[in-house]
């Protein structure tokens, strides 16, 4: 039997990056999986929901069609997010703020919160199951700048709300575990606007020399730990940041600027 056979994953942000690698990967381990994203998905692996992670409504809509259709839940990969730019505290607006926080921070939450349901739902029924909420922060989450305010903010809250949601779940016994991955430069889409003012292969050389490893993540170096942290290879792990920034964060931090000076 595949590893996960015979489980149920949501990849939240599963249209593009290191959602859609993760959600190929745990198909390919034998999980049944649903893409939930606002984008269209139309090469997603799994079958697609339309979703609004910011959405309260939108979570209580996705976890009832899950468990309607496939009866059970056993991994959530809040993976959606968006970079909110690189304001600061001074030139960051209310609006811009508030919208990041409401996708990074709050859409978390919700998945969290929902996912958390589900599972119960799922051991209840089916005593053996275990769940696995694997949230996607960033070293930003980690370290900060002058700069990126809403980001980083956002992504540090994902941090601590992860090893809050392990903790309740450890003291409630449920069998749940909740851990973060905080990655470095990774060559998705949240990189755009560096390719397009100085291509692709340009923005990554650079991007890259920024860790000490010599290059930027592929998505699907990303997933491999999303994979571990969703099986029960790492069944001992909750409430863990895992780091996977090609060495960045173990040295003095290095600003990654927008484009090359």
Same mark, same amino acid.
């Given at each position: ?10 990849v ?28 269209? /998905?139309?090469? !997603?692996?799994?079958?697609? =929901? @339309?979703?609004?992670v910011? %959405?309260?409504?939108?979570?209580? #809509? ?7 259709r ?58 053996e ?20 305010? /809403?980001?980083? !903010?956002?992504?540090?809250? =994902? @941090?601590?709300?992860?090893? %809050?949601?392990?903790?309740?779940? #450890? ?38 020399s ?18 571990w942290?969703?099986?029960?290879r ?24 927008? /484009?090359?000076?």
């Amino acid at each position: 039997m595949s590893e996960l056979s015979e489980r149920v994953a949501i990849v939240t942000g599963g249209a593009s990056g290191i959602g859609a690698a993760s959600a190929r990967l745990l198909q390919d381990a034998g999980a049944t999986v649903i893409v939930a994203d606002i984008q269209d /998905a139309k090469d !997603a692996v799994g079958r697609f =929901v @339309r979703h609004d992670v910011a %959405s309260e409504e939108s979570w209580k #809509a996705l976890l009832a069609d899950v468990l309607g259709r496939e009866g059970r839940l056993d991994i959530l990969v809040n993976n959606a997010g968006i970079s909110g730019g690189s304001g600061n505290v001074e030139t960051t607006t209310v609006a811009d703020w508030q919208r990041v926080q409401a996708i990074n921070s709050d859409g978390v939450f919700l998945g969290c919160k929902y996912a958390i349901d589900g599972m119960k739902k799922t051991t209840a029924s089916k005593p053996e199951s275990k769940g696995s909420i694997v949230n996607i922060s960033s070293i930003a989450g980690l370290v900060s700048g002058a700069g990126s305010i /809403a980001y980083t !903010a956002s992504k540090g809250a =994902v @941090r601590l709300l992860t090893k %809050s949601v392990a903790l309740y779940c #450890a003291e409630k016994k449920y069998a749940i575990r909740c851990n973060s991955v905080h990655p470095g430069g990774v060559d998705t889409a949240i990189f755009n606007p560096l390719w397009q003012a100085v291509g692709h292969e340009q923005g990554k050389a650079f991007v890259g020399s920024r860790h000490p490893i010599g290059r930027m993540a592929e998505p699907s170096e990303l997933a491999e730990v999303v994979l571990w942290l969703a099986s029960d290879r790492s069944s001992f792990v909750t409430g863990a940041e895992i780091v996977a920034d090609g060495g960045i964060t173990s040295g003095l931090m290095r600003r990654m600027p927008l /484009a090359p000076s």
